[in-house]
């Protein structure tokens, strides 16, 4: 499947932030729930925010109150703003695109955020 591409990750100081963006040609990101995941080494994947087509939005615990999932139309792009970054949320995050007929995943952007 067409794969959507993530890119905006680098090094941060905690308590920095941090937005991510999530894009792909041959995807329409309007009409699929979005989700952001996470991974570290030696890690489970964690799922941390989904957007659906209709905008809403849900947040895992880890993350609620300092990440902001959103939607460009416009752009057929999602974004990731990352704020009140901590050293946990060090890992490679993933976009993930699902629907009836599409389960997609991007190669991943990594984020380091040191103490």
């Known amino acids: 499947q067409v794969q959507p591409v993530e890119s905006g990750g680098g090094l941060v100081q905690a308590g920095g932030s941090l937005r991510l963006s999530c894009a792909a040609s041959?995807?329409?990101?309007?009409?699929?729930?979005v989700g952001w995941y996470r991974q570290a080494p030696g890690k489970q994947r964690e799922w941390i925010a989904t957007?659906?087509?209709?905008?809403?939005?849900n947040y895992a615990d880890s993350v609620k109150g300092r990440f902001i999932i959103s939607r460009d139309n416009a752009k057929n792009t999602v974004y990731l703003q990352m704020n009140s970054l901590k050293p946990e949320d060090t890992a490679i995050y993933y976009c993930?695109?699902?629907?009836?007929?599409?389960?997609?995943w991007g190669q991943g952007t990594q984020v380091t955020v040191s103490s």
């Open positions: 993930n695109v699902r629907g009836p007929s599409i389960n997609s």
């Open positions: 957007i659906t087509n209709g905008r809403t939005t």
């Open positions: 041959g995807i329409i990101f309007s009409l699929n729930p």
